[in-house]
């Protein structure tokens, strides 16, 4: 498969692959069990087989300080006002300290970078993840985790921007929204923003293009 670079250099961009996602005993807005469990499951054999291939992997993981940070955001103020919406419990989610903000166990390992200063759906908003990437000549984003939806639609869609090429893992992601809002969102980074294929797939692709 031809990438559309002559030379393919990726990292990992794992969005949100936190307990306050994902870890159902302390999750702030969870996703549903049997998502979470796939999309653990999926990363953590994902991220084994790029570290085969000496592919970095950069966690980015939502924290804030107080409240107030989530409550700049005239929409999300509006989403808590409604009791019965997944993201009604904006505000109580990854405050600073809370067990929410550590990384899911087994999708972390020496040498991995983590960016834990994201407060907004863009990995790139705010963070150093653009520096991060271009210290390291990335120019392939293989992105994975939560929600597909939200915050891996919206980096997917600035890395576009920047130029960098975005590959999302299929497998790899999920919504805590539900099967149609995860669905919706790979058709709309398929028709516009960039490639999204399972993992097997991913490697392979990788593989054609001189990775691994």
């Known amino acids: 498969m031809n990438l559309g670079l002559e030379d393919v250099r990726p990292a990992v961009v794992a969005v949100d692959l936190h307990r306050g996602h994902l870890d159902m005993a302390v999750a702030t807005l969870p996703a549903p069990p049997e998502v979470a469990e796939r999309v653990v499951a999926a990363n953590i054999a994902f991220n084994t087989a790029c570290r085969e291939r000496g592919i970095p992997i950069i966690h980015v993981v939502s924290q804030y300080r107080d409240p107030s940070e989530t409550a700049g955001n005239p929409f999300w103020r509006t989403k808590v006002d409604r009791s019965n919406d997944t993201r009604s419990n904006q505000f109580r989610h990854n405050l600073q300290g809370s067990p929410g903000t550590e990384i899911m166990p087994g999708l972390y390992a020496e040498g991995d970078l983590v960016i834990d200063t994201k407060k907004r759906k863009d990995c790139f908003y705010a963070t150093d993840l653009d520096f991060a990437l271009r210290a390291r000549q ?72 001189g990775i691994g």
């Open 138 to 209: 990335v120019n392939t984003l293989l992105l994975t985790g939560v929600n597909t939806n939200s915050c891996v639609l919206c980096t997917a869609a600035t890395a576009n921007t920047l130029d960098y090429l975005p590959l999302v893992v299929e497998d790899c992601v999920g919504s805590m929204d539900g099967e149609a809002q995860h669905e919706a969102a790979l058709l709309c980074i398929r028709t516009a923003l960039g490639f999204a294929m399972p993992s097997d797939e991913v490697l392979i692709a990788l593989r054609e293009n």
